[in-house]
């Protein structure tokens, strides 16, 4: 997978989680929330794990 892949797959979870809080579905919002976070996370950490 490369970055622009990445990039979308985290935009696309980031948007469901905003669409499922404003729609009341809050525990499904938190979770979406979370794992787009956690994608973020490791993919920063590969990032700068690759360059030094």
Known sequence: MNDFQKDILIGVLFISGLAG???????LSSALFGSAAI??????????????
């Open 21 to 27: 809080f404003l729609s009341g579905e809050f525990t």
């Open 39 to 52: 994608a973020t996370n490791i993919n920063l950490y590969r990032k700068r794990d690759k360059d030094g």
